[in-house]
């Protein structure tokens, strides 16, 4: 219909119909007009930021004045990989968020097959609320919530010690870290893992039980294949938000519960080390890489 | 594996570039600056003043004041570390900045990087009346020119509880000692190597630590490992003044390195807390007001000065912040507002008390006797995050 009107004679004169009749003209102009800021958006603050990352990675600072010198060379490479401070702070990263995504799975599996196959549409929206209402708090006050709760004399050993066990005394551990990260990344993992679980078709789960499936074999052998690839989106949130955190750590980790985001927040903020700062930060991004390499394997970016 | 060629090929890259760093944080030459020759009067107002403060250093309370009398208004802008002013007071303040508060550990770095020019005290009135250690500490003074005016000064002290630690500690091998394990604090900046080096120089005088800020590489080992061995023992290292105080309310730390200011805070809120210099003494820190080499209102920062250099403004600065002036002539003023201030935060002290604390300054790597030999503060940094894992 937009092409009859296009082609109809046009009246001579009129700056819109001269500018619409240069569209018709040059009919990749629009698109290209359209795909414009976004692209530039894309390129300039994107992916120009991480070629200047790479780039500064290469140079070096002053070790008195902090300056940086454009002095290319691998030093802050080496330290990274000589050091065994730092392997030591890139597999504990890497073991607490694989830790945290194992956590998350389990935990928003069933919460989301319950939300997505049994609950009613009105307990339905009631989860969905619950599993959002956290987002809506700052995340500080929730970490500082976990403080409260951890701490010596905390909700959690005033609990224990009035059942009469002895105190817990897990505030500012690696293990406090796993809690709180698992806690604050789950709406990430339960949101995915519910949009891929509605879109389980009813009728292959009726054909299961029709050809005599029993209902935990549904479940492993339909559901559960179907459903992966939400899992394995969400994976690629709880992971990378984890592998990128400085701030829970800082709050409830203790002694030893340095990951890489702090490290690089300490030599961007204390050390004023950007160079080191910026090699270090290409770690969680070659890791990421090869996360979603793997995930594009199981299939994830069909879920989004 | 593709990806597998790509990352050795990365690797081999990296082995076979060995470099050599031509930066050597050498400190031998002359501060750039050291031939600006200040002003010998302080002319009239520009009307704008922008500064690089501690937070609480540009308060209210007394800044409105200043604009008032001398038409400069202050526009402040708070940093949170030594660093991020060193960096904002890059390319002498860029234009931008006229001054900036930093402590010792920033001072040799803005001086020698050529961000700050020389001041003229005499323009100070109240410089008279300073402490006499402040009026050339050697964070701010190098051969007899002033980098900057000095402020005030803390001590970083002993804290500790008084339920858990019935006798005040002498030593600080109380926060080494492994009998207190789970219940050491101590503060998460690389500085803290220094008062590690200062309970050695002590403890261990086979080292032959002089100057904690000044350690050769045997000695920063031995202050490095001191201080791996201390981690076991520390449940939770602190960054922020706010956190030490709720570990000490919680009962998560009972001792540990503090500022004076955590102790009145946790005495004001009821915590059976006291604090003490031991028989090592103490690091501790001492700010000053440094004028930007390229600072725009240069009059201004001048009458500013001035000003925060009077009694009232020292004593209000102090017991607002829960630091010490270095005006001696503001310790009348000071017990006039709070009762007992002055001797609480020792801004009474005799001289030989300054003979107790080590203020902080820039590790580099040129020693007192002139040799090469020292660690500069970049591998400090670097030391501190082995050594927090």
């Not at chain 1, 519960?257 to 070659?286: C, E, K, Q, R």
């Not at chain 2, 040129?366 to 591998?379: E, L, N, R, V």
Request: proline share 6%; charged share 15%.
């Amino acid at each position: 219909m937009s092409v009859e009107a296009a082609r109809r004679p046009r009246p001579k004169g009129g700056g819109a119909v001269r500018f619409s009749g240069f569209f018709w003209r040059f009919p990749w102009l629009r698109p290209l007009l359209l795909l414009t800021p976004p692209l530039a958006w894309f390129v300039v603050v994107y992916f120009a930021s991480l070629v200047l990352l790479l780039v500064t990675a290469f140079w070096t600072t002053n070790p008195f004045t902090t300056q940086i010198v454009q002095f290319w060379n691998t030093d802050n490479f080496q330290r990274l990989i000589n050091e065994p401070t730092y392997h030591a702070i890139i597999g504990r990263t890497v073991l607490i968020a694989s830790l945290v995504t194992i956590t998350d799975a389990v935990l928003a599996f069933p919460f989301a097959y319950f939300m997505a196959r049994v609950a009613s549409r009105r307990i339905q929206t009631l989860l969905f609320a619950a599993v959002l209402l956290p987002l809506w708090a700052s995340y500080l006050a929730r970490v500082y919530a976990w403080i409260l709760i951890l701490n010596h004399s905390g909700v959690l050993n005033w609990s224990m010690h009035l059942v009469g066990l002895p105190p817990a005394n897990i505030g500012y551990t690696n293990i406090a870290m796993w809690i709180v990260f698992s806690y604050i990344w789950l709406p990430f993992m339960i949101i995915p893992t519910y949009a891929a679980l509605e879109r389980v078709p009813e009728s292959l789960i009726e054909a299961a039980t029709d050809l005599g499936a029993r209902r935990w074999q549904t479940v492993r052998d339909v559901v559960l294949p179907l459903a992966l690839p939400g899992v394995v989106a969400g994976s690629i949130f709880t992971f990378s938000l984890t592998l990128g955190d400085f701030i829970t750590p800082i709050l409830v980790g203790g002694a030893g519960s340095t990951l890489i985001g702090n490290v690089v927040y300490d030599n961007v903020g204390i050390a004023n080390n950007v160079p080191f700062a910026a090699a270090l930060a290409t770690v969680p991004v070659a890791i990421m890489a090869v996360y979603l390499l793997i995930a594009q394997r199981l299939g994830a970016f069909r879920a989004l | 594996m593709k990806f597998g060629a790509v990352a050795a090929l990365a690797m081999l890259l990296v082995a076979a570039c060995g470099s050599t760093n031509p930066n050597t944080g050498n400190t031998l030459a002359p501060p750039p600056t050291a031939n600006l020759k200040p002003p010998d009067k302080i002319g009239a107002g520009e009307g704008q003043l922008n500064l690089i403060a501690w937070e609480g250093y540009v308060d209210d309370s007394w800044a409105k004041a200043f604009t008032q009398q001398t038409g400069c208004v202050v526009n402040a802008k708070y940093a949170g570390s030594s660093d991020e002013m060193t960096s904002l007071m890059k390319d002498g303040g860029g234009g931008q900045y006229d001054m900036v508060s930093a402590s010792g550990d920033a001072d040799l770095r803005l001086i020698y990087g050529g961000d700050v020019k020389p001041m003229n005290e005499k323009l100070i009135p109240d410089y008279t009346n300073f402490q006499t250690y402040f009026k050339t500490p050697p964070y701010n003074t190098i051969n007899g020119i002033h980098y900057g005016i000095s402020l005030q000064w803390g001590p970083n002290v002993l804290l500790y509880n008084t339920t858990k630690f019935k006798i005040a500690p002498t030593s600080w091998s109380a926060v080494y000692d492994s009998s207190n394990k789970g219940i050491v604090t101590a503060y998460d900046y690389a500085i803290t190597i220094a008062d590690a080096a200062l309970y050695l120089s002590k403890s261990q005088p086979s080292l032959g630590i002089k100057d904690p800020y000044e350690l050769t590489k045997k000695q920063f080992d031995a202050t490095v490992a001191l201080l791996t061995q201390q981690r076991q023992l520390i449940k939770k290292y602190w960054g922020l003044a706010s956190d030490e105080i709720s570990q000490f309310q919680n009962g998560d730390a009972y001792i540990g390195a503090a500022w004076p200011y955590q102790t009145i805070q946790l005495k004001a809120a009821g915590a059976p807390v006291a604090d003490t210099i031991p028989s090592e003494g103490a690091t501790g820190w001492g700010d000053t007001w440094m004028l930007a080499t390229k600072a725009p209102h240069p009059n201004c920062a001048y009458l500013w000065t001035a000003y925060v250099s009077t009694p009232q403004v020292q004593a209000a600065q102090a017991l607002f912040f829960g630091e010490t002036p270095v005006n001696t002539k503001a310790c009348a003023q000071m017990d006039a507002s709070s009762p007992g201030s002055c001797a609480q935060y020792h801004a009474d002290a005799p001289g030989s008390y300054f003979d107790t604390i080590k203020f902080w300054k820039t590790p580099v790597t040129t020693c007192a006797d002139g040799s090469q030999s020292c660690i500069p503060y970049d591998q400090w940094v670097s030391a501190w995050t082995a050594i927090k894992g």
